[in-house]
């Protein structure tokens, strides 16, 4: 059993070092939407647990690129149907995005690409109640469709040799997250989540949900001040702010 954990350790530690390396050889472009916070999941209140209830959202996420000098500005639209019961939540539903993506890290091709797309998303979390808070592991995943400049710029810097990118348009992904739940009455209920994995990477996120309404926001303090990107990222780090109605 023991041998078994070394392997893997040493596996992972091999993956990870393999990573980076490969990170800092060339410029790595996936597709824009990884590049992106999480959106939160939407937690119906008390009163409303076992009910499908129907949302309609939107939020914008500012975050910095996948190279050096670089930044990802992205809109996306939310259509959810909703279930909520003292143990789990479900999100099921179906969105549609757009965006910028500002290169950097090749000179000839410095500038603005837009992208846009759309695709299902799932997102379940799971939940056991400790006293006045719940404690539960998630996941959220989409098979998303993407189209626009930034493909084809991603095309062109790949015929020519100068990165390496996803040139697909069908890609999908998967996150998952720690989160905490806790009911401030039969109306109201807080979370607390922390996706690790694609899209973001690392986006931690609070959010707040009633009957009516949902919003979430989500803030990574910035460790880079060598480039003036757009929204000044570089002094105030990555966010995203979103909400969502209930119709």
Same mark, same amino acid.
Do not use: H
């Given at each position: 059993m023991k041998i078994k954990k070394i392997k893997? *350790?040493?596996? %992972?530690?091999? %993956? *990870?070092?393999?990573?980076f390396l490969l990170q800092g050889c060339v410029p790595f472009y996936p597709a824009a939407l990884?590049?992106?916070?999480?959106? !939160?999941? *939407? !937690?119906?209140p008390k009163s409303k647990y076992n009910e499908n209830s129907y949302y309609i959202g939107v939020d914008a996420s500012n975050t910095s690129g996948f190279n050096s000098n670089e930044h990802n500005l992205n809109f996306r639209n939310h259509f959810l149907i909703v279930k909520s019961t003292k143990y789990r939540?479900?999100?099921?539903?179906?969105?549609v995005f757009g965006g910028v993506y500002k290169v950097g890290a090749i000179d000839q091709y410095e500038g603005k690409y837009g992208y846009f797309g759309?695709?299902?998303?799932?997102?379940?979390?799971l939940y056991l109640p400790i006293k006045s808070i719940d404690i539960g592991l998630g996941a959220y995943c989409t098979y998303a469709y993407e189209a626009g400049n930034f493909l084809k710029f991603?095309?062109? *810097?790949?015929?020519e040799e100068l990165a390496e990118a996803y040139t697909g348009n069908w890609y999908g992904f998967l996150s998952l997250f720690p989160i905490i739940r806790t009911h401030l009455n039969e109306k109201n209920v807080v979370s607390i989540l922390c996706g690790v994995g694609f899209p973001g990477f690392f986006s931690p996120s609070i959010s707040?949900?009633?009957?009516?309404?949902?919003?979430?926001? !989500?803030f990574i303090p910035s460790v880079n001040k060598a480039y003036d990107y757009s929204l000044e990222i570089h002094r105030y780090g990555?966010?995203? %702010?979103?909400?969502?109605?209930?119709f």
């Open positions: 893997l *350790i040493k596996m %992972l530690f091999l %993956l *990870i070092t393999t990573a990884l590049g992106t916070r999480m959106p !939160s999941i *939407i !937690s119906n939540v479900e999100n099921v539903g179906f969105f759309f695709g299902p998303e799932v997102s379940v979390a991603k095309k062109q *810097i790949v015929e707040y949900n009633n009957e009516k309404i949902s919003c979430w926001f !989500s990555s966010f995203t %702010l979103g909400g969502g109605y209930k």
